[in-house]
C-alpha cells in the first residue's frame, strides 16, 4: 500500500528542507513583525504535515515489502517528524523552531553520494587515519616548540601549551587569523615550517580522498560497462579476459535531447551502448531503446552504412566502441576475429536483435 499523493523525490525533498531551513533562519530576525512569524510558523506546518505523510507512506511500503531495509532514510524520516514534534511539546517558545534545523538531513535521505563517501572512507580509512596520527603529532609538537620560544615573549597567547595549540592550529590550516602571531625570530622560522606542513599535510589527506574516490567511480563503471557489453549477443561467447579489454575501450558520450548520433545511409564506424536515457530509432515502424539496449554493431562487422537514422528521445548517456579499437582487440585476439566473421554470415540480409542502424 503506498499513498502516491505524497510521493517525494529528491529534488523535491532538498526544497522543501531548504524552505523550511530558510524559515527556521528568518524566524531569528528580532524585528521581525508577528503576522510574519506566524506565517512562517504556518510554512513550518506544512512542512511538518507533508514530512509525516512520507513517514506513514514508507512505513506502509516496508510493510507492504515493497522496498527492501531502508533503515537509514526512516531514521531520517523519523528524525524529521519526532524531533520538530517534541519541540512544540517541550520547549519554550522563542526555541521551538530552530529544531526544525534537523530538516538538514532529508536532502541525505536519497542520496547516492553519502553511500559512495562511507565506502571511500571505509577503504581508505588506514591511510586516513595514519595522515590524521601525522597532524595529530605535528599540531602538539608545534605548540610545544612555539609555548617554549614565545612563552616569555607573549605569556598572554602563548602561556600555556593549550594556548600555543590555537596558534598551532590556525598555522597548520594556513588560516593566519592573526591574532596571534609570533614575534622572535625563532618563532616566526618555526611559523613557516608550519606553514609548509600543513599544506603537505592537507594535500595528503585530498589526495587519499580524491584517489578513492576515483577508483570507486571507476569500479562502478566498469561493472556496468561489463554488464552492457555481456549481454550483446555478439560478445557473449567471448571469455572474460577478452570482455575487460572491450570494455576498457569503451568511450562515454553524452547527448542532449533531439541530438543525431547517427544518419541513414552513412558510413558506420562505432557501436553505441545505452545506459541512461532513451534514443528513438526512425524505421518504418520507429523503435525506442532504453538503458542497456544497444545498436550500430554492424558496423563492427561490416562497415556498411546505416540502414535508419538514431536520435536521442531524452537526454542520453551512451558508451561507443569504435571500429578501429575493436579491429585492435581482432589482432591481438583471434576468437574474436572468429566470432564476427561467424556473425557476420548469420545476419547477413536479417537484422540482428538490436538492429543494425
Keep these: 500500500m503506498s499513498l502516491p499523493f505524497v510521493r517525494i523525490y529528491a529534488p523535491l525533498n532538498a526544497l522543501l528542507a531548504a524552505t523550511g531551513l530558510v524559515a527556521v533562519a528568518t524566524l531569528t530576525t528580532p524585528d521581525m513583525s508577528g503576522r510574519g512569524r506566524l ?6 506546518a506544512v512542512i511538518w504535515g ?3 505523510l512520507q513517514l506513514a507512506e514508507t512505513l506502509l511500503k516496508r510493510r507492504a515489502g515493497e522496498v527492501r531495509d531502508r533503515t ?12 520538530p514534534l517534541a519541540a512544540f511539546l517541550l520547549v519554550g517558545m522563542p526555541d521551538r523552531s530552530l529544531y526544525c534545523a534537523v530538516w538538514l538531513l532529508k536532502p541525505l535521505r536519497d542520496s547516492t553520494f553519502f553511500p559512495l563517501l562511507g565506502r571511500i572512507l571505509t ?14 603529532v605535528v599540531l602538539f609538537g608545534v605548540a610545544l616548540a612555539a609555548y617554549v620560544i614565545e612563552r616569555d615573549v607573549q605569556p598572554e597567547k602563548f602561556g600555556s601549551i593549550p594556548q600555543a595549540m590555537w596558534w598551532a592550529v590556525v598555522t597548520l ?6 591574532d596571534a602571531i609570533p614575534q622572535s625570530f625563532a618563532g616566526r622560522i618555526l611559523a613557516g615550517a608550519v606553514m609548509m606542513s600543513g599544506i603537505g599535510i592537507f594535500a595528503l589527506w585530498a589526495g587519499i580522498l580524491a584517489t578513492g574516490f576515483y577508483q570507486e567511480v571507476r569500479r562502478e563503471d566498469f561493472v556496468r560497462n561489463w554488464q552492457l557489453v555481456a549481454a550483446v549477443p555478439l560478445f557473449q561467447k567471448l571469455g572474460p579476459a577478452v570482455l575487460v579489454e572491450i570494455v576498457r575501450a569503451l568511450r562515454p558520450r553524452v547527448m542532449p535531447a533531439g541530438a543525431v548520433i547517427c544518419r541513414n545511409g552513412e558510413t558506420g564506424d562505432q557501436m553505441f551502448f545505452v ?11 520507429p523503435v525506442e531503446l532504453g538503458p542497456g539496449a544497444f545498436f550500430g554493431e554492424m558496423a563492427l562487422i561490416s562497415g556498411e552504412p546505416r540502414s535508419a537514422t538514431v536520435s536521442a528521445a531524452t537526454a542520453v548517456s551512451l558508451l561507443s566502441l569504435h571500429s578501429a579499437d575493436f579491429q585492435m582487440l581482432c589482432s591481438s585476439s583471434p576468437e574474436i576475429a572468429e566470432i564476427i566473421r561467424k556473425t557476420a554470415l548469420e545476419r547477413r540480409g536479417a537484422a540482428p536483435k538490436g538492429g543494425p542502424y
Excluded: Q
Excluded at 506565517?39 to 513550518?44: D, F, G, H, K, S
Excluded at 537509514?72 to 524531533?83: C, E, G, Q, T, Y
Design 173 to 178: 590550516s594556513t588560516t593566519g587569523y592573526g
Design 275 to 285: 545506459v541512461e536515457g532513451r534514443v528513438s530509432v526512425a524505421t518504418p515502424n
Design 50 to 52: 507533508v514530512y509525516l
Design 72 to 83: 537509514p532514510a526512516i531514521a531520517i524520516d523519523v528524525l524529521a517528524v519526532l524531533v
Design 123 to 136: 577503504n581508505e580509512a588506514r591511510n586516513l587515519i595514519g595522515v590524521t596520527t601525522l597532524f595529530g
Design 39 to 44: 506565517a512562517l510558523v504556518a510554512v513550518l
